[in-house]
Structures are given as C-alpha cells and as structure tokens.
Nanobody
Framework: QVQLVESGGGSVQAGGSLTISCAAY??????MGWFRQAPGKEREGVAT??????SYADSVKGRFTISKDNAKNTLYLQMNSLKPEDTAMYYC?????????????????WGQGTQVTVSS
C-alpha cells in the first residue's frame, strides 16, 4: 500500500510563487504526478514525473517545475508566476509503473489534496 500526504498549499497573489509537497509512505512508487481540480471543473493533469522524466500540461509549462527527492520519497511542485486560473485543489497521485499517463483514472493512489488560491 501507498499513502500520499500533501502539504504546502495556501493563498498567494497573482505573480507569486508557491511550492507544494507530497510525501509518499509505504512501497516505493515509480510514477508520480500532480493533478488539480477547480470547482465545477474536471480533474486535470498538471505535471508528472516517471522514467521518461518530467512532463507538463501546456497551461503550466515554463511556470511550474516538478521534482522528486528519491531519498525522501517526496514529490514537489514549484509554482511560479501564478495566475488566478491556477486556483484549485491540487492532488498528488502515484503508481508503481515506470511510465506515467495523463489519465487520472490510471492512478491508484491519491493524496487528500491541498488548496492553492491565487488572487488577482
């Protein structure tokens, strides 16, 4: 089993930065990713990191950086130049397989979510 615990969410003004973290407990996972869901919208992929390296949604390319500390089994998402449309609940997801996908249904393990709010 795998347990994911997110932290680091909060409120920030547009143009600001925020880093959120996801600690993984239990078995080691090879693919991890960040998804987000705004009220009334579907959950969407933000960034993933697996055997192919990092991958980003077009909406966050150049602004967000995903990284993983394997020694700590912790996933990070550094978010810069934040926009009001980045406001959402951010979820960490994980799977044992090495190559990630963008389908939320593919991931078995999820964290509880951390709220990110960007004000204009």
């Amino acid at each position: 089993q795998v347990q994911l615990v997110e932290s680091g969410g909060g409120s920030v003004q547009a143009g600001g930065s925020l880093t959120i973290s996801c600690a993984a407990y239990g078995w080691s996972v090879n693919c991890m990713g960040w998804f987000r869901q705004a009220p009334g919208k579907e959950r969407e992929g933000v960034a993933t990191i697996g055997s192919d390296g990092p991958s980003y949604a077009d909406s966050v390319k150049g602004r967000f950086t995903i990284s993983k500390d394997n020694a700590k089994n912790t996933l990070y998402l550094q978010m810069n130049s934040l926009k009001p449309e980045d406001t959402a609940m951010y979820y960490c997801a994980a799977e044992f397989q090495y190559r990630c996908t963008w389908s939320a249904d593919w991931y078995r393990y999820w964290g509880q979510g951390t709220q990110v709010t960007v004000s204009s």
